[in-house]
């Protein structure tokens, strides 16, 4: 749901490490927490600096409370209202969000994407999403992406952020997106067949990436951050290419098949970042377990939630609130019980991050949309003796 892209060094040197916040460069740098001079805002969500993902992980978080029940504090769903800009955009954190944005004010299509699937969520905030909308549209590059920045390159991340903020909003873009993610689709007899570029490099070539594929492929579905377990697939996971553009349903397809085929190995994603090659890759493998299910493919998603709910809770803890957000949409998209997580409630673990939320719903326990249990998930992962993972941290992972 995914998760922050602000640069092309940025991203360089932080895509794939697998972490839910976009404040990866104070977590890689290991400055988790705000420095001295820094007052956190009322009613923000997390602990860390909100420099790089204050509106992100704050949206998330919103997000993941409505999808499970809960009513988030007014004085969190203020805080990102009392964000955005007179224009409809959103910047990553704004430390005086009383004055007028400016030309020193960097908006973007995620936070501003992000906060719409948000308070769309929430409800009660119509103009603030349609304004948000709007903006959104006006940025849309020729080519029927969208880029980080205004103006900037289409990537296929920020497109796919973005068409999940129209989805939610009932919208349509004046030019489809889905040109551009059957181009950027890698050919089923190539290298990484399947998957779904961030971008073509400078010489138009496709190299397939993890997080860019699952992305793509709930874009493809037309789905945002939160998903439900989409009709089972009898055929297994198969790349087909067709001698035209790939329909939607291919991009999605064959971008399910190469995340199938990726996990199958291990049961979660590494980092691509060199140097932390062998590392588990937390916040890829979540959103790839919500790809793989959106798509029906719930059984080859089986084993990558399994892992997650046995390793993945010590990163959400020390990455915050948009990690626990990714967790808690792994689970729904799973049917399985968010408030146990391997042992875990994410649930009350995220509204521990923020304000107390003012309700929540009654406990239920959900089951897999296949009707077996979760218990049946983490149990099979745990006999199999998966060990603890390396717990690697940084931000929310995205690759130029």
Known sequence: MNVLRRSAAVLAATAVIGAATPATAALAAGTPSPSASTVLPAGLYGSADPKFDGVWRQSLALLAQRTVGVTPAAKAVDWLTGQQCADGSFAAFRA???????????????????????????????????????????????????????????????????????????????????????????????????????????????????????????????????????????????????????????????????????????????????????????????????????????????????????????WAKLSGPAAYAELVFAAHAMGADPRDFGGTDLVASLAATGPAPRSAAPHTEERTSSGAGVWWIVGTALVAGIGIGFLFSGRRKRQP
């Open 96 to 314: 005086e969000p009383a004055a007028a944005c400016d030309a020193k004010v960097t908006v973007d299509t995620n936070s501003t994407a992000a906060a719409v699937q948000a308070l769309k969520a929430v409800g009660g905030h119509d103009d603030a999403v349609g304004k948000a909308v709007t903006w959104l549209k006006s940025v849309q590059n020729t080519d029927g992406g969208w880029g980080y920045t205004p103006g900037g390159g289409s990537d296929t991340n920020s497109t796919s952020v973005v068409v999940g903020a129209l989805t939610a909003a009932g919208a349509r873009a004046d030019r489809t997106p889905y040109d551009l993610l059957s181009k950027w689709s890698v050919r089923c007899g190539r290298d990484g067949g399947g998957g779904l570029a961030y971008q073509p490099d400078k010489k138009g070539g496709l190299a397939a990436n993890a997080d860019a594929t699952a992305a793509g492929v709930l874009a493809a579905l037309g789905k945002g951050f939160v998903a439900t377990p989409g009709k089972a697939q009898a055929q297994g996971p198969a790349c087909a290419d067709s001698s035209k553009a790939l329909t939607r349903t291919q991009v999605a397809r064959n971008g399910a098949a190469y995340l199938a085929d990726t996990l199958s190995a291990k049961g979660h994603l590494v980092s691509a970042l060199a140097g932390a090659e062998s590392q588990p890759d937390y916040g890829n493998t979540a959103d790839a377990v919500v790809a793989l299910a959106a798509q029906g493919w719930t059984e080859q998603a089986r084993k990558p939630y399994a892992w997650l709910a046995a390793h993945a809770t010590p």
